[in-house]
T-cell receptor
Framework: KNEVEQSPQNLTAQEGEFITINCSYS?????LHWLQQHPGGGIVSLFM???GKKKHGRLIATINIQEKHSSLHITASHPRDSAVYIC?????????FGKGTHLIIQP | EAGVTQFPSHSVIEKGQTVTLRCDPI?????LYWYRRVMGKEIKFLLH????????ESGMPNNRFLAERTGGTYSTLKVQPAELEDSGVYFC?????????????????FGPGTRLTVT
């Protein structure tokens, strides 16, 4: 069974700061997802990646398969980025989720 | 294109009552998943449908939970009788068939969730 660890668990930053959220997993995977859950509950898929790096607007996701590690970066953070960011890895037994990183961006 | 929808958005019931949650996947998505997030814990997989068949129901907590997907379209998740520990947010997600769409088929689209409170 894959163990998914996210860090930090909670992060408070000022508007404009560069944000990094990390995800490590224990067993090889076929893909990794970064998800965003806003207050109010809905989940949005931000990225799905299996290698390298993806960029979407101010969001960047990277993955290092050899090191079993992924990072989610937010550039020029904004209060509307405040949410829970969840890492989920796809293995032989489906998706395994991390506990999430609760991000608060203060104006 | 409409996304994944779930109904109701919130449900408050008493212990021992029955509740049925509904999920409408994105049209054409054969794969439908149910997940649950209990307060303070990570999201946990419940089960996976491929069309109308249960592909994997290893995450269903016990026989008080019954999921159906008649006709391979929408799905229902019934909890009967509900217990206090069933409280949480129930998410549904859908995806295409990876055998025909490659890696893109693994991308799951999540619904807004149903917040269930059992008192």
């Amino acid at each position: 069974k894959n163990e998914v660890e996210q860090s930090p668990q909670n992060l408070t930053a000022q508007e404009g700061e560069f944000i990094t959220i990390n995800c490590s997993y224990s067993v090889g995977i076929s893909a990794l997802h970064w998800l965003q859950q806003h207050p109010g509950g809905g989940i949005v898929s931000l990225f799905m990646l299996s290698s390298g790096k993806k960029k979407h607007g101010r969001l960047i996701a990277t993955i290092n398969i050899q090191e079993k590690h992924s990072s989610l970066h937010i550039t020029a953070s904004h209060p509307r980025d405040s949410a829970v960011y969840i890492c989920a890895v796809r293995g032989a037994d489906g998706l395994t989720f991390g506990k999430g990183t609760h991000l608060i961006i203060q104006p | 294109e409409a996304g994944v929808t779930q109904f109701p958005s919130h449900s408050v019931i008493e212990k021992g009552q029955t509740v049925t949650l509904r999920c409408d996947p994105i049209s054409g998505h054969d794969n439908l998943y149910w997940y649950r997030r209990v307060m303070g814990k990570e999201i946990k997989f419940l089960l996976h449908f491929v069309k109308e068949s249960k592909q994997d129901e290893s995450g269903m907590p016990n026989n008080r939970f019954l999921a159906e997907r008649t006709g391979g379209t929408y799905s229902t998740l019934k909890v009967q009788p509900a217990e206090l520990e069933d409280s949480g947010v129930y998410f549904c997600a859908s995806s295409q068939d990876p055998s025909s769409t490659g890696l893109k088929g693994y991308e799951q689209y999540f619904g807004p969730g149903t917040r269930l409170t059992v008192t």
